[in-house]
């Protein structure tokens, strides 16, 4: 995968703010200068805490895991979501950044996913793993709306992660606010 400079990264991240504005959804704007696109955000609520509670499962039945074994149990089990082994890979890499994996020792010469690991010990539920996965978004969407001047507030977060604006989601999204700042 190739990678830009920051400089250009940055003047990317405003070329598509710019282009958004018109538009008027700031939302939608910090979604693409996130590039949440690029690791196959799912905007739907319901089904991206059901694949992660399936990844949850899957990792739980046998701990250390590896991925493939877990990316496999999922799709055997995910046919209705339409789910590929690509589309897992873009879950966990985001789960991957926020460090949710104890990886085993001694295993460089294995592929990422031959290696076997475990779930840090913070994460003991499904509720968990999905808590970190949307926090590590909202990292995400900070660094953007800080690149692209946009105040960052528990109800745009509750947007993008396609939650309703109640009082319980608007809760939840100050606390990820909270433990990304």
Same mark, same amino acid.
Request: aromatic share 8%.
């Given at each position: 995968?190739?990678?830009?400079?920051?400089?250009?990264?940055?003047?990317?991240?405003?070329?598509?703010?710019?282009?958004?504005? #018109?538009?008027?959804? &700031?939302?939608?704007?910090?979604? $693409?200068?996130?590039?949440?696109?690029?690791?196959?955000?799912?905007?739907? &609520?319901? $089904?991206?805490?059901?694949?992660?509670?399936?990844?949850?499962?899957?990792?739980?039945?046998?701990?250390?895991?590896?991925?493939?074994?877990?990316?496999?149990?999922?799709?055997?089990?995910?046919?209705?979501?339409?789910?590929?082994?690509?589309?897992?890979?873009?879950?966990?890499?985001?789960?991957?950044?926020?460090?949710?994996?104890?990886?085993? #020792?001694?295993?460089?010469?294995? &592929?990422?996913?031959?290696?076997?690991?475990?779930?840090?010990?913070?994460?003991?539920?499904?509720?968990?793993?999905?808590?970190?996965?949307?926090?590590?978004?909202?990292?995400?969407?900070?660094?953007?709306?800080?690149?692209?001047?946009?105040?960052?507030?528990?109800?745009?977060?509750?947007?993008?992660?396609?939650?309703?604006?109640?009082?319980?989601?608007?809760?939840?999204?100050?606390?990820?606010?909270?433990?990304?700042?």
């Amino acid at each position: 995968m190739w990678s830009r400079s920051w400089p250009a990264r940055r003047a990317a991240i405003s070329r598509v703010s710019r282009d958004d504005e #018109s538009s008027g959804d &700031p939302a939608h704007a910090l979604i $693409k200068a996130a590039e949440l696109p690029a690791y196959g955000f799912e905007s739907d &609520p319901d $089904k991206r805490r059901r694949v992660l509670s399936m990844l949850f499962d899957a990792m739980k039945i046998e701990e250390p895991f590896a991925l493939a074994d877990v990316f496999e149990r999922v799709l055997q089990d995910s046919e209705s979501l339409g789910l590929t082994t690509s589309r897992l890979s873009r879950y966990q890499s985001i789960l991957w950044q926020s460090r949710c994996f104890i990886v085993e #020792s001694e295993q460089q010469d294995r &592929p990422v996913r031959q290696r076997l690991m475990r779930l840090q010990s913070q994460i003991a539920s499904d509720e968990d793993l999905i808590s970190r996965y949307e926090s590590s978004v909202v990292y995400k969407l900070g660094v953007a709306a800080t690149a692209t001047g946009e105040q960052l507030t528990a109800s745009l977060v509750c947007r993008v992660l396609g939650l309703p604006e109640t009082p319980e989601a608007i809760t939840y999204c100050e606390k990820l606010l909270a433990n990304v700042s």
